[in-house]
């Protein structure tokens, strides 16, 4: 699944890229079990083809869109982003997609979609942990219009030059730069406008600890833990000494604008 | 001749010779593990993370088994398997001696300043140091010459302290894991010492009129 150089601003980071191995283990899924090696072993069972991502909500055009369709809606691009897990890990990954927004224009929003809500697979035949009560199924997630519509936020199919490994979220996953990896869902089947702000898997779980922006902000830690620092996953193995998180993950020139006078303190 | 020969066959295997040198070298087998891994440089993506959490489990499987050790010489009324309690309890000390330099090291870079605000931050982090100050006492009075120079009962008051870092450390587990809403370790492992302490209340209370087993030892 090759990918042409995109002309996004901030599309491609310059930094060493995670391995490809590392990027395919080490991940959380929760459909998949827990454990971070639990999705690369458990993920084989699910079925990618066929797949159908259901449109729906406030859009003048809703409607379902097979795998197929959406891969050839908008020219695929590599996007090489930084990955920021809220647990304070982080890697380097070289995507494939395109802009979520070229979808978004597609189905033509109307005026009151204020939120954009999305969907993952919940099948407990296939996915052997949904039915645990780690989380609320199936996972849901949600960004703000003006997010959603950013050129950054990307509709991905694939990564390393390769269509998504099941345990990445497989065939059609978001990924959002600036926030949290948990904030970017996987394994799509769900994409819905809505007027009000989605009620999202981890913060239905612990709405104190997991906000419905969290964008990526040394300054703000999570209850639990210092959120200043990261680690970046194979780096210099066991005596590496972590970096510093940057605000917005680096992302700051790009999105800053979006939240603007924005208490972000508040709104984490 | 026939009198020897059936009183080794009735001899238990926990008072062979061999029997204090081959668990003291089954329980550095983890540590080897790990210390190769990290050699090796196959601990995973996260080898850190995977060599804090493998030692903290250890800590806690040692725990159990050092716990274990009264209640299964009083069941199986063999009183000599009191004989490895020091040992065990001492592999404790050092697993989670070593999870805490784990910590200190790879997690938070030496940095003592920021270990300090860690602490005060993570109620987890302050209930596993807790837990590891309570134990260092233990640990340095496990030689017989402190048993001495305390005194038996002293010593065995002491000593007790083990229970709350029972207590300590699985709540320490479960607030770790807590963010995750993951319990189904922790639930095995706080049912094992549930087990374990809750045989010496149950031992205790069908007893009342009898002294502690310990003090009766002294």
Known sequence: ?268 | MVTTAARRVRRPLWLHPAAKPLLFTLSLLPFAWLLYGAIADKLGANPAEHLIRSLGDWTLRFLCLTLAVTPVRTVLKQPALARFRRMLGLFTFFYVALHLVAYSWFDMGLDFGDIAKDIAKRPFILVGFAAFLLMTPLAATSFNRAIRALGAPRWQALHRAIYAVAVLGILHFFWMRAGKHNFAEVAVYAAILAVLLGWRVWHRLRRPGRVPQGAQRA
Not at chain 1, 36 to 62: C, I
Not at chain 1, 101 to 113: D, F, H, Q, T, W
Not at chain 1, 141 to 163: C, I, K, N, Q
Not at chain 1, 242 to 252: A, D, H, P, V
Request: glycine share 8%; proline share 7%.
């Open chain 1, 1 to 268: 699944l090759p990918g042409a150089k995109s002309a996004v601003a901030g599309a491609a980071t310059m930094e060493k890229v995670t391995e490809y191995k590392d990027a395919t283990s080490y991940n959380n899924f929760y459909e998949f079990g827990t454990d971070k090696s639990d999705p690369a072993q458990n993920a084989h069972t699910l079925k990618t083809r066929p797949w159908v991502v259901e449109v729906e909500g406030l859009v003048k055009k809703p409607g379902k869109f097979a795998i197929d369709d959406l891969l050839k809606l908008a020219p695929m691009e590599e996007r090489i982003y930084r990955l920021r897990c809220v647990e304070g890990w982080s890697m380097v990954i070289p995507w494939e997609g395109y802009s979520l927004s070229a979808l978004i224009n597609k189905v033509e929003p109307l005026g009151n979609a204020k939120f954009v809500e999305f969907v993952t697979l919940a099948d407990p035949k296939t996915m052997p942990f949904v039915g645990s009560r780690v989380l609320d199924w199936p996972y849901v997630e949600g960004l703000r219009m003006d997010e959603a519509m950013h050129p950054l936020t990307l509709l991905s199919f694939g990564m390393y030059g390769e269509v998504l490994p099941n345990q990445n979220g497989a065939p059609v996953r978001i990924v959002v730069p600036w926030k949290y990896g948990f904030k970017s869902a996987k394994s799509i089947v769900k994409i819905r406008f809505t007027e009000k702000e989605p009620p999202t898997a981890w913060n239905k779980a612990a709405a104190n600890e997991y906000g419905f922006y969290s964008n990526v902000n040394p300054n703000v830690d999570h209850p639990r833990w210092s959120q200043a620092t990261e680690r970046r996953i194979g780096e210099d193995g066991l005596f590496a000494k972590k970096r510093k998180t940057l605000m917005f993950n680096g992302y700051e020139q790009q999105v800053g604008q979006l939240y603007a006078g924005m208490d972000l303190k508040k709104n984490y």
